[in-house]
């Protein structure tokens, strides 16, 4: 059972458009991380939020945790061809253990 | 080191056959996770390691699957009598603390071995 559900699966936009990716679930989770994977290479941090409500930015990429740290949300500016990648989120949960989420394969067309 | 290595980066093997997967966490980080990825996208837990300890394998497959993380060793899965069904990437990361509530840290993933089986 997958604990964590991303929307969209895939998304394909061009260049300069902006986009949302949402992280969902009915769990709540001590703190949420988000990670972009390119191919052929591991999962890179991007951010971790810890506080319900919280607002993280990371130049064009902005990044909520819900108030009832139960979701998150990753919203991106002006696109661009380097964005492209697997988004993940991935939540901590009371143990020792990440839950990953289905991911997002985002495709940034120039 | 400053990076986690696993090796080898592309392992193929028969059904049936024996596979080893290594991961040299960072040093100084005391957690090891091991991570499968199906079909690019889904990113599934198999086990975690404090130190030399499983500290959690509730995603391990209950036969066939086992995992090692020795002192002065790199650690290790092992899968026994391969399926088609394994082939997939395996993750591993490494982290200073858990994720349970206060601890945060990241987890640094290696780039993975891609295991193929014919």
């Known amino acids: 059972t997958q604990l964590l559900e991303q929307s969209p699966q895939f998304l394909s936009i061009q260049e300069g458009e902006n986009l949302t990716v949402y992280c969902n679930s009915s769990?709540?989770?001590?703190?949420l991380q988000w990670y972009r994977q390119e191919p052929g290479e591991g999962p890179v941090l991007l951010v971790t939020?810890?506080?319900?409500?919280e607002v993280k930015k990371l130049k064009r990429l902005t990044f909520q945790f819900g108030d009832a740290r139960k979701d998150s949300s990753l919203h991106i500016t002006a696109a661009q061809p380097g964005d492209t990648g697997l988004y993940l989120c991935?939540?901590?949960?009371?143990?020792?253990?990440?839950?990953f989420g289905t991911g997002t394969s985002l495709t940034v067309i120039p | 080191g400053e990076e986690v290595a696993q090796t080898p980066k592309h392992l193929v093997r028969g059904e049936g056959q024996k596979a080893k997967l290594y991961c040299a966490p960072i040093?100084?980080?005391?957690?090891v996770f091991w991570y499968q990825q199906v079909l690019k996208n889904e990113f599934k837990f198999l086990i975690s390691?404090?130190?030399?300890?499983?500290?959690?394998e509730t995603g391990m497959p209950k036969e066939r699957f086992s995992a090692k993380c020795l002192p002065n060793s790199p650690c290790s899965l092992e899968i026994q009598a391969t399926k088609l069904e394994d082939s997939a990437v395996y993750f591993c990361?490494?982290?200073?603390?858990?994720?349970?509530?206060?601890?945060?840290?990241?987890?640094?993933f290696g780039d993975g071995t891609r295991l193929s089986i014919l």
């Open positions: 990361a490494s982290s200073q603390s858990g994720s349970g509530p206060g601890n945060n840290q990241p987890q640094h």
């Open positions: 769990s709540v989770f001590s703190s």
């Open positions: 939020v810890v506080t319900g409500g």
């Open positions: 991935a939540g901590a949960g009371t143990g020792n253990q990440f839950y």
């Open positions: 040093k100084g980080h005391s957690y």
């Open positions: 390691f404090q130190n030399e300890n499983v500290f959690d």
